[in-house]
């Protein structure tokens, strides 16, 4: 199975991002699968400059299927742009925008409705890890977040919201612990896909994530801004 990278801009990125991306070398994803997940109001733009190896990703999708819902972007929509990757349930989606398990839940459906490829996001916060209750309340995030649904495809990422920031220090053991206990639960739960990590990935930390045998790939928020980017998936081959 090929190893994963997917960036995230987030709210950032411009035209000069975009030129980056495009300096970044073909040899450097070789052998990998690649997306980027851009601001809506770049997508169209993604789907048609990003070179054939980097898939266009949204960094959300409307829980409803279309109608009268100001602002959103509905995944008939995505299809339609031919984006491949969404990612769904961020923390920073969960936190600032009151996403709950269950728009999460009916998010993952319209990806499966369309086709789309749907990488869903859990992750506890520092609070709740110190506590101990980290393993419950991640079993119980990501079996509210498929919302039931049985032999579901879905990729997960791992992303502890304590360790996204870009900078910030992580601890390989508990990288490697998680992401074998959430392989347990998919199986559990009937769920099919692949296991990422994300948070404060790096050139420097890659590596070392890489190499843990239940991650399948990556999700890159601040380093893919920059070629950073490129150099991290060089180094996952
Ligand atoms: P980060 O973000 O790489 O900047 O920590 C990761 C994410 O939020 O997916």
């Known amino acids: ?41 770049y997508i169209a733009r993604a789907c048609r400059e990003f070179p054939a190896y980097l898939s266009t990703a949204a960094q959300d999708v409307s829980t409803y299927a279309d109608g009268a819902y100001t602002g959103e972007v509905s995944a008939g929509m995505l299809k ?49 890890r110190n506590t101990g209750q980290h393993r419950a309340f991640l079993y119980n995030e990501l079996k509210a977040s498929v919302g039931g649904s049985h032999k579901v495809e879905v990729d997960i990422a791992y992303e ?29 739960l009937e769920i099919t896909g692949r296991v990422l990590y994300g948070g404060s990935v790096n050139i ?8 843990i045998e239940s991650v399948d790939g990556v999700l890159v928020g601040n380093a893919a801004l920059s070629s950073e980017f490129g150099e991290i998936a060089s180094n996952m081959h």
Request: hydrophobic fraction near 40%; include cysteine.
């Open 1 to 41: 199975m090929k190893k994963i990278i997917g960036g995230n801009w987030k709210e950032s990125g411009n035209g000069d991002t975009f030129k980056m991306l495009s300096e970044l070398k073909e040899e450097q994803f070789q052998g990998l699968e690649a997306f980027v997940a851009v601001p809506s109001i």
């Open 80 to 128: 339609e742009h031919a984006v491949k990757y969404v990612i769904i349930g961020h923390s920073e989606r969960r936190i600032h925008f009151g996403e709950e398990d269950s728009d999460i839940a009916q998010k993952l459906r319209r990806c499966l409705e369309y086709g789309l490829c749907a990488v869903l996001c859990i992750g506890e916060t520092a609070e709740c």
């Open 160 to 188: 502890p919201i304590w360790a996204i920031g870009g900078s910030r220090e992580i601890d390989i053991e508990q990288i490697k612990e998680i992401t074998q206990e959430i392989r347990k639960w998919m199986v559990d």
């Open 204 to 211: 420097k930390n890659i590596r070392q994530i890489i190499n």
